[in-house]
Every structure is written in structure tokens, then in C-alpha cells.
């Protein structure tokens, strides 16, 4: 089944060329009347009264403009962001395949590249080491986790340790490794005897 869906990258890229829409919009407004009291300021005559009026105008906007920009960039559009790079990693990245034994979901909050995570637990076999251990695979925090059922060979496929897809494995396979390492004795043994 497939976990990660293309769709989700066309709507955060959306939502991220709408962001910086409305951002660049505000700072339109803002280069504009700040332009616009300039030119202002630039005509009045030498110590008018008014300057002081326009400056208590274009100092407050200026702060609110810059607080904006901190908020606005530093908050909303760095996680969008931070997503969308994510996504488009998973798009475009290099992906890996494996064969594991589900054990369970764990719901504490992750952050993988800026973006909240959940995992879920696999029991993997290490062929250099010759040993099991625990993987995390990172699923989205803002999505369900995949129906699994506990204990099941799962043949699931990451990039970066995020989950893209997920097969649960047919009971078949126990069958074939028992077949070839049956074939691998015989084989030995006939090499014995030559």
C-alpha cells in the first residue's frame, strides 16, 4: 500500500507558492506607502511640522512590517517549507527496500528535517553483524498510522527512514527459506564428497 501520496506534495507546494504570495503582497503595501511617505517627506519644505506626523506614521508601520516578517517567515512558512523539502526528498530521493517484523507503533513526537514524526518499530536483521535489532520508521505525525498487524513480516520501502510504501509479506516466504537452506546443506555436502 502506498503511505505516501504525490498528491500531498502538489498541495504543500500550492500552499507554499501561496504563502510567499501573500508575503511578497504585504511587503507591495508595505515598499509602497513607505516610497509614498518618502516622496512625501522629500517635497514638504524645510522644518515643516508635518515631518514629525510622517514619522510617527512610517516608524510604527516599520516595526509592525518587521514583526510580520518574523512571524509570518519564521513560523508559518519555515514549516511549510520544511515539509515541502521533505516531500519532494521522498519524490526524489534515493529509496530503500526492506523485509521486517512489525512489532509496534510508537506515538512520541519526532522531528525529523523540521517536520513533527511518529514511528513505527520493526525487528530487522543485520546480515553484517549477524543480529537483530529495533528500526524506527518515521510516519507523518498529522496522518494515521498504517494498519499492520503486530508480529508480521512487512516489506516496506523508505527514503530517509520515512516510510513511502508497505506490503505485509505472505507466509509463503517462510516456505522458500527453509527450501534454500536446505539447498545450500546439499550442496556442501555433495562438495564434501568430490
Not at 508480521?152 to 505485509?168: D, R
Amino acid at each position: 500500500m502506498l503511505y505516501y501520496d504525490k498528491e500531498d506534495l502538489v498541495k504543500i507546494k500550492k500552499e507554499r507558492k501561496k504563502l510567499l504570495a501573500i508575503y511578497f503582497s504585504v511587503l507591495a503595501v508595505y515598499l509602497a506607502v513607505s516610497v509614498f511617505l518618502l516622496i512625501k517627506v522629500i517635497l514638504l519644505p524645510y522644518g515643516s511640522k508635518t515631518i514629525n506626523l510622517i514619522k510617527l506614521t512610517e516608524y510604527p508601520l516599520s516595526g509592525i512590517f518587521v514583526i510580520f516578517s518574523f512571524i509570518f517567515l519564521g513560523i508559518k512558512y519555515k514549516k511549510t517549507n520544511r515539509f515541502y523539502k521533505l516531500l519532494y526528498g521522498i519524490e526524489t530521493g534515493l529509496k530503500n527496500t526492506t523485509v521486517a517484523t512489525f512489532l509496534e507503533r510508537n506515538e512520541e513526537l519526532i522531528t525529523k528535517d523540521g517536520v513533527d514524526m511518529k514511528s513505527l518499530i520493526f525487528l530487522e536483521w543485520n546480515k553484517y553483524k549477524g543480529d537483530y535489532f529495533e528500526r524506527k520508521v518515521l510516519v507523518f505525525y498529522e496522518k494515521p498510522f498504517p494498519e499492520i498487524p503486530e508480529n508480521s513480516e512487512v516489506k516496506f520501502v523508505t527514503q530517509g527512514n520515512v516510510l513511502v510504501s508497505y506490503e505485509i509479506a505472505e507466509e509463503q516466504k517462510d516456505d522458500k527459506k527453509i527450501k534454500t537452506k536446505t539447498k545450500t546443506k546439499t550442496r556442501k555436502d555433495k562438495g564434501d564428497e568430490l
